[in-house]
Every structure is written in C-alpha cells, then in structure tokens.
C-alpha cells in the first residue's frame, strides 16, 4: 500500500514540474519561475529604498497605484551586486500567503535579463541534487536539462525564508512612494503658483 502512495506521490511531483516557465539569467546562469507565478515583466524604474531592510530587498515600486517591494535575486542568492543595464528589469510575481498566516503577495523581482518562456516537459526535470544538510534548496524545484545545459527551476514560494517574507510584506506599508504620474503634474502646477 505505503508502495502504490509512494508511487502516485511521485507522479503528482512529476505532473507539477511539467508546465511553462518564464527564464532569464543572473550572473551568467539560466532560471525558471512558473509563467503561472508570472503577473507581468516591467523595465527598471525608480525604487524607494526602505531603511533598516536587507541588502537584497531593494525597496518599493508604485506600479499603477499598487505598492509593490521589490528583491534583488542576485542578492539573495550571494551573487555579487551588478550596475543595472537595459536588459536588467523586474518579474512581478505572486507569493503563496498559505502556511505564512497572510494572502497571496506581490512581489517584484530583480533580474539581469528575461530569456524566453518554455514549455519543460516532466521527463526534462531532474530532482534538486544533495549539496549537503547545511545547504538549504527546498527553493530548487528540479533542474532542466535543455540544450546540452541547465535551467534552475524555482519555487518562488519558498525562495524567501518565513521571516524573510514577512519583512518583505511589512516593507509594503512602511513606504508608500507618490504615482509616477504625480511628480510632473506637480512640478507643472508650481510655475503659476510663483507667478500669481
């Protein structure tokens, strides 16, 4: 019985892994984050920077009204830190609230540059190797084996730590950046202040 559970367990696991992801790179490598996982890809804009928060929390975006932290992977995940370019954007993404005692969160990630969207067959994806018990890839997914290479799929449910997460969502409503589109009218509006 314990065999047939086993079984269909790693069937489910399987039929999970199979599915689109949206890739892009950091530092010379290839991830993948489900497209479902995906709200929208945006350029760089401006980012609030939040005092007292982690390096690799970048600050807050007002993204159409909607306050939005903003994590720079390259960061959390130890890489060196690298001038942003024309091709470094940002991957809106949701995070599962479940089991973190919150709803579903938006949340912007920092990227070099978005690659494609696949479509990655269960038969491509290789189980997270053992690096060891003091290393933590419960947020490896599996491995893609694609072209003579390798894409790291990532659960981005769990690439942030609970209490990570939950400085990332107290981020939200430290800083409320004014709208884009607020600052022109604004600085239109002060000439005639002066003149009348």
């Known amino acids: 019985m314990t065999e047939v559970k086993t079984m269909d367990q790693a069937v489910k696991a399987a039929s999970e892994k199979e599915s689109k992801y949206l890739t892009f790179a950091l530092a010379e490598e290839e991830y993948g984050i489900g497209i479902l996982k995906v709200k929208e890809i945006i350029g760089m804009m401006a980012i609030t920077s939040v005092p007292q928060t982690p390096p690799f929390v970048k600050g807050v975006i007002n993204l159409r ?4 932290p903003v994590v720079d992977l390259r960061l959390k995940f130890g890489m ?5 370019t024309e091709r470094t954007c940002i991957i809106v993404v949701e995070i ?18 978005v690659s494609e969207v696949l479509n990655i067959k269960a038969e ?15 947020f490896i ?6 072209d003579g290479g390798v894409k790291i799929l990532l659960d981005i449910d769990k690439v942030l730590s609970r209490q990570e997460f939950e400085t990332v969502t107290a981020v939200k ?11 022109p009218e604004q600085a239109e509006a002060m000439p005639e202040q002066i003149n009348a």
Request: proline share 8%.
């Open 141 to 146: 997914l599996g491995m893609a084996k694609m």
């Open 96 to 113: 599962a609230g479940e089991g973190r005692g919150t709803v579903n969160t938006q949340m912007g990630i920092v990227v070099d540059a």
């Open 80 to 84: 060196p830190e690298m001038a942003y």
């Open 124 to 138: 491509d994806v290789e189980e997270t190797p053992t690096f060891g018990a003091a290393l933590n890839t419960d």
């Open 173 to 183: 409503s430290q800083e409320s950046p004014p709208p884009a589109e607020a600052v």
């Open 65 to 68: 009204g909607k306050v939005i």
